[in-house]
């Protein structure tokens, strides 16, 4: 179903065989005995020529609940899953070969073996956060768009990477989170429906701050490939807690920890800095400054953007979206939403088939993850901090720039 111009040449002539091959099986069989009405299209139902072939890598816990919402979908087609743990590539292999009542789902422990299958249009990404960036990549090298599960970036580094390679190849790519249209609305259509005037600032409470992980390793379960899990982060012994996808940020999931998630001020703060930035209407921009503040140990910080509009963490006093304007009438413009039906996924798809922009288009969900790790930094350092946004660097400052990307290990370079 994608843009055949905008494929890699290596993949026009896979992609092209397979719906060839699906026009030359229709035209040679004698109806009515083998094609039903349903696979040409017919009783409202999507042929399978018009339908988005799809996989999914990293299908446990959230990435399951994405397979489910994709695969409710008859214009998509689920052909292969990939994750590092036998039994839950197993499970959901089976769960998609049950749905179409056949064996054509493949199951892949090397996401690297579902890239380079040419048939595949499209794959979803629900990997932990350390991944993301080498799978969105590979995914545009490998002509295929890509939904992207949100914090969409470990490192401020990555987020341009993602773009750059989005634009180069022509991909759709989509972030995943789902809350900044969902569950914000009501803050969104007050702030762009002019009630609060002319905005000034809003606030985001959010956390806890990631940690390091010193837990004792202990045996790596059968069917658990614990190198690929770690994949770019530094080695360290399997722990259930490290590797765990639970949504808690306690110190028993990965989300916790350093080396592999921001803490919750990426894993929330991708869904609340999201709605932020879209009711305050600067999801386009990157803030050129973040001010550590220290009140009588009492520690928040703001990000400023060229346009002075203000986005606070954690500011005294202020609620969760709380939003600061002039409280007259303001300009009135209308909100923006998905395209198709069926919330994101559906946005998603839709824009797969159209080459349009999705509402969750990577270059604002990457702008959402630039703030979280601003955040992150100024927090560790300790001190206000100025962002040159064109060169993607803190303005003469070498230890800041030295936390913009962290080292990985070979092979997983970017």
Known sequence: ???????????????????????????????????????????????????????????????????????????????????VKRDVRDSQANRVNEKYGN????????????????DIDAVHCATPDHWHAIIVIEACRNGKDIYCQKPETKTLREGKLMVDAARRYSRVVSGGSQRVLEDYRGIVDACWGGNKGIVKSINVNVGPLPTDCNKAGESVP???????????????????????????IDGTSWRSFKDYSGGGMTDWGAHHFGGATFAIDVRELEPEEVIFHNENGRKFAT???????LLHHNHPGRGNLD????????????????????????????????????????????????????????????????????????????????????????????
Request: glycine share 10%.
């Open 1 to 83: 179903m994608a843009n055949q111009n905008s494929k890699p040449v290596k993949d026009r002539g896979t992609f092209h065989g397979r719906r060839a091959f699906l026009k030359a099986t229709a035209a040679s069989v004698t109806f009515p005995y083998l094609i039903p009405a349903s696979a040409m299209g017919n009783a409202g139902a999507t042929a399978p020529s018009n339908r988005i072939v799809m996989a999914g890598i990293g299908i446990g816990n959230m990435g399951r609940g994405d397979l489910g919402s994709f695969l409710g979908r008859d214009d998509v087609q689920y052909v292969a899953v990939c994750d």
């Open 103 to 118: 064996k054509d789902c493949k199951a892949y422990r090397d996401f690297r073996e579902v890239m380079v299958r040419g």
């Open 222 to 248: 059968d069917g658990f490939d614990w190198d690929m899990w770690l994949g770019p982060a530094p080695w360290a012994p399997y722990h259930p807690h490290r590797c765990s996808g639970s949504y808690s």
């Open 303 to 309: 990000c400023r953007y060229p346009n002075g509009k």
């Open 323 to 414: 939003v600061e304007g002039t409280n007259e009438a303001g300009p009135v413009k209308p909100v923006p939403g998905y395209a198709g039906t069926g919330g994101i996924y559906g946005d998603f798809i839709d824009c797969v088939k159209t080459r349009s922009k999705p509402f969750r288009d990577i270059e604002y969900a990457v702008h959402t993850a630039t703030v979280c790790h601003l955040f992150l930094i100024a927090y560790e350092l300790e001190r206000s901090l100025k962002w040159d946004t064109a060169r993607q660097q803190f303005v003469n400052d070498d230890e800041a720039n030295r936390l913009v990307d962290v080292a990985r290990r070979e092979p997983w370079v970017i």
